[in-house]
């Protein structure tokens, strides 16, 4: 048995063999006890797998910045900053002219109205009407539809006179002056969209009409007409027809939001299908009466109703035009609601006006007519969109969808004691009282609540 310094030599000897026999190297050229065996290699035989691109010096970034860093750069610049400096000065001074003319005019435009008030206390008879709404406007009075309408001409007249006069010169045009200046004007050439059956006569449909146009004067309103066989063929597929259409517009928010405010006995007018049932409030209702001129449709708006709410009783359900609406009480004077609501169905009565005046002589004392419509909008080029598909909208939903439903409620000897008008003015959310009622609390705006201004309030 070996010992000592033989052994260990030994032992190193094995150590070495297996670990080239292992890594499967080629023995050493270095002779160890008569074998070739390398018994420390400390390099590779092989060099590393490594591309020759690793070992490439790096590039040299781009000194030349882009996108927002330029402009940066380009902002920082001294030369950038002393053309900014004088950019900023012009502007300043631009600024200040256009701040002089406006306040210049906002001077002279509140002297004239304390002249207009001392006139008015000197002799309110001397006052010719546009002195007379000009004062109006002034003491914070609400301008009636076609006192607004005949307001905005008197201003486009007076614009005109006054690039033509010196500054500081009041003048009140006349009546006679305004139809003079409006004959003037260019009548704007207006076309109809075809109908269905006579696209080919296009050139048929056009016209002018003046720039200014009530429901009266206005050429593209359709003829009134009897609505009722046209919605008895529509009662069965009514629902499907329009949904689509008023989900895109989000109007049962609309229609939601009007009908919160119904309360006590409610009368509804052209219920049609009953689409506003699904946002009755009836923690707020006693009574509930749909009326409609199409039995068919009536017919559906029961079994909606008995449908979704079998157990109130208080219902019922009437055939009739709202142009008849105070022959069918039998001339009873008890029978009166304190809500009176009607959704898209001033454009389809043959004669809204009376429909209007014959809900008023349906109301108790303080009670209210709940409006949700369409009509025209406060753009211009939305009302020529309007008028443009009028007759197209006739045919297709028997709707006059351009009346100015401002009008029929002046015309009907109204109030608004709640507007909100949406979908670009087109869409009109009203609530509407007698004159002599007084208006409440919730019809208020907010800043009338807090600075205790506006109209006075009832006292329930």
Same mark, same amino acid.
């Given at each position: ?20 026999? =292992?890594?499967?190297? &080629?023995?050493? @050229? ?6 070739? *065996? ?11 797998n490594v591309p020759k691109a690793s070992f490439a010096p790096p590039?040299? !970034?781009?000194?030349? &910045?882009?996108?927002?860093? &330029? ?11 002393k053309k900014l400096t004088k950019v900023y000065v012009a502007g ?13 005019? !906002?001077?002279?435009?509140?002297? +004239? ?13 001397s006052l010719n009407e546009y002195e007379h709404l000009r004062l ?21 007249? @007076?614009?005109?006179? =006054? ?9 009140? $045009? ?59 063929? #529509? ?7 329009? !949904? ?10 609309? @229609?939601?939001?009007?009908?919160? @405010?119904?309360?006590?006995? *409610? ?42 709410? $079998? ?5 019922? +359900?009437?055939?009739?035009? &709202? ?35 014959? #809900? ?27 008028? +443009?598909?009028?007759? !197209?909208? #006739? ?28 979908? +670009?003015?087109?869409?009109? #959310? ?10 409440? *609390? ?19």
């Amino acid at each position: 048995m070996l010992g000592g310094p033989s052994s260990f030599l030994v032992s190193v000897f094995v150590l070495c063999l297996q670990a080239d026999m =292992f890594r499967g190297l &080629a023995p050493s @050229r270095n002779k160890i006890l008569g074998s070739q *065996v390398g018994l420390f290699r400390l390099y590779s035989q092989k060099p590393y797998n490594v591309p020759k691109a690793s070992f490439a010096p790096p590039k040299a !970034k781009s000194s030349q &910045a882009t996108g927002w860093r &330029a402009f940066g750069q380009w902002l920082g610049d001294n030369s950038t900053q002393k053309k900014l400096t004088k950019v900023y000065v012009a502007g300043f001074g631009v600024c200040c002219i256009f701040f002089y003319y406006y306040m210049r005019d !906002k001077y002279y435009e509140e002297k +004239f109205s304390n002249s207009l008030k001392q006139k008015f206390l000197e002799d309110p008879d001397s006052l010719n009407e546009y002195e007379h709404l000009r004062l109006k406007l002034v003491l914070g009075d609400k301008l009636k539809v076609r006192e607004q309408k005949t307001y905005d001409l008197y201003q486009a007249l @007076r614009k005109e006179q =006054f690039r033509s006069s010196s500054p500081g010169s009041f003048h009140s $045009p006349s009546p006679e002056e305004l139809q003079e200046w409006y004959d003037r004007q260019p009548k704007r050439l207006v076309k109809k969209a075809p109908v269905p059956e006579d696209e080919e006569h296009v050139h048929e449909h056009e016209h002018e009409h003046s720039e200014v146009a009530t429901n009266k004067t206005n050429p593209n309103i359709m003829e009134p007409a009897d609505t009722t066989e046209f919605y008895d063929g #529509m009662a069965s597929a009514y629902d499907d027809e329009v !949904k689509w259409e008023e989900r895109a517009i989000l109007m049962g928010m609309r @229609r939601s939001q009007i009908m919160s @405010r119904l309360e006590g006995d *409610v009368l509804e007018i052209a219920c049609g299908t009953g689409r506003n049932i699904p946002y009755l409030h009836f923690d707020k209702i006693d009574s509930i009466t749909f009326l409609d001129s199409s039995p068919k449709m009536v017919e559906v708006t029961r079994n909606k109703f008995r449908e979704q709410y $079998p157990k109130f009783s208080k219902v019922a +359900f009437t055939v009739g035009k &709202a142009e008849d609406l105070l022959d069918l009480t039998g001339g009873s004077k008890e029978i009166k609601y304190d809500t009176i609501v009607e959704t898209f169905g001033l454009c389809s009565h043959e004669d809204p006006v009376r429909a209007l005046k014959n #809900m008023v002589g349906l109301l108790r004392p303080g009670g209210r007519i709940v409006l949700l419509e369409h009509g025209r909008s406060n753009w211009d080029f939305i009302n020529n969109h309007l008028d +443009f598909r009028a007759e !197209k909208r #006739m045919k297709t939903w028997a709707c006059r969808w351009n009346l100015d439903i401002g009008e029929l409620i002046e015309d009907a000897g109204l109030d608004v004691a709640y507007e909100k008008r949406v979908h +670009f003015g087109t869409t009109w #959310m009203l609530v509407c009282k007698r004159p002599e009622d007084p208006i409440k *609390v919730s019809e208020k705006t907010f800043l009338q609540k807090l600075f205790g201004t506006g109209p006075k309030t009832s006292v329930n």
